[in-house]
Protein backbone atom coordinates (compact mmCIF):
# COMPACT_ATOMS: atom_id res chain seq x y z
CA UNK A 1 0.00 0.00 0.00
CA UNK A 2 1.18 3.30 -0.83
CA UNK A 3 1.49 6.43 1.66
CA UNK A 4 -1.95 7.44 1.47
CA UNK A 5 -4.93 9.40 3.02
CA UNK A 6 -6.96 6.66 3.96
CA UNK A 7 -5.36 6.38 7.36
CA UNK A 8 -5.93 10.11 7.90
CA UNK A 9 -9.61 9.32 8.03
CA UNK A 10 -11.61 10.43 11.62
CA UNK A 11 -12.02 6.38 12.17
CA UNK A 12 -8.12 6.16 12.61
CA UNK A 13 -7.29 9.33 14.57
CA UNK A 14 -6.76 8.08 17.76
CA UNK A 15 -4.04 5.09 16.09
CA UNK A 16 -0.29 6.58 16.79
CA UNK A 17 1.80 6.86 13.61
CA UNK A 18 3.49 4.10 14.54
CA UNK A 19 0.10 1.94 14.49
CA UNK A 20 -0.63 3.06 11.59
CA UNK A 21 2.39 2.43 9.78
CA UNK A 22 1.61 -1.24 11.04
CA UNK A 23 -1.72 -1.40 10.25
CA UNK A 24 -0.29 -0.10 6.27
CA UNK A 25 1.69 -3.04 6.52
CA UNK A 26 -1.12 -5.40 7.91
CA UNK A 27 -3.13 -4.34 4.73
CA UNK A 28 -0.15 -5.65 2.51
CA UNK A 29 -0.33 -8.63 4.11
CA UNK A 30 3.01 -8.74 5.61
CA UNK A 31 3.65 -11.02 8.60
CA UNK A 32 4.54 -10.06 12.32
CA UNK A 33 7.96 -11.45 11.33
CA UNK A 34 7.89 -9.66 8.32
CA UNK A 35 7.31 -6.24 9.57
CA UNK A 36 9.49 -6.66 13.04
CA UNK A 37 12.42 -6.83 10.30
CA UNK A 38 11.28 -3.86 8.18
CA UNK A 39 10.82 -1.93 10.98
CA UNK A 40 14.06 -3.29 13.46
CA UNK A 41 11.84 -4.05 16.13
CA UNK A 42 11.22 -7.54 17.59
CA UNK A 43 8.16 -9.60 16.86
CA UNK A 44 6.86 -8.92 20.63
CA UNK A 45 6.59 -5.48 19.99
CA UNK A 46 5.01 -5.71 16.52
CA UNK A 47 2.53 -8.27 18.11
CA UNK A 48 1.82 -5.37 21.14
CA UNK A 49 1.27 -2.87 18.26
CA UNK A 50 -1.10 -5.16 16.86
CA UNK A 51 -2.72 -5.87 19.88
CA UNK A 52 -3.78 -2.11 20.39
CA UNK A 53 -4.71 -1.50 16.73
CA UNK A 54 -7.61 -4.61 17.55
CA UNK A 55 -8.47 -3.13 20.65
CA UNK A 56 -8.63 1.03 19.53
CA UNK A 57 -10.46 -0.45 16.64
CA UNK A 58 -12.68 -2.61 18.75
CA UNK A 59 -12.56 -5.34 16.41
CA UNK A 60 -11.10 -9.13 17.72
CA UNK A 61 -9.06 -10.51 14.33
CA UNK A 62 -6.92 -9.31 11.83
CA UNK A 63 -10.19 -10.20 9.10
CA UNK A 64 -12.22 -7.88 11.50
CA UNK A 65 -9.42 -5.15 10.68
CA UNK A 66 -9.11 -5.48 7.36
CA UNK A 67 -13.20 -5.20 7.29
CA UNK A 68 -13.33 -1.72 8.99
CA UNK A 69 -10.88 -0.57 6.57
CA UNK A 70 -12.32 -1.94 3.59
CA UNK A 71 -15.41 -0.22 5.17
CA UNK A 72 -13.86 2.64 5.38
CA UNK A 73 -12.41 2.87 2.40
CA UNK A 74 -15.85 2.69 0.55
CA UNK A 75 -17.70 4.83 3.00
CA UNK A 76 -15.14 8.09 1.69
CA UNK A 77 -15.35 7.37 -1.66
CA UNK A 78 -19.11 6.87 -1.27
CA UNK A 79 -18.55 11.08 0.45
CA UNK A 80 -16.29 11.82 -2.66
CA UNK A 81 -13.63 12.20 -0.63
CA UNK A 82 -10.14 11.36 -2.38
CA UNK A 83 -8.64 8.61 -0.33
CA UNK A 84 -7.12 5.53 -1.90
CA UNK A 85 -5.40 2.52 -0.76
Known amino acids: ?3 NNLLLHSN ?6 REKEILEMIVE ?5 EISKELFISK ?3 DGHRQNILNKLNVKTTVG ?14 NTETLQL
Open 1 to 3: MKK
Open 44 to 46: RTV
Open 29 to 33: EKTNV
Open 12 to 17: FAHLSP
Open 65 to 78: LIKVVYETLISANN
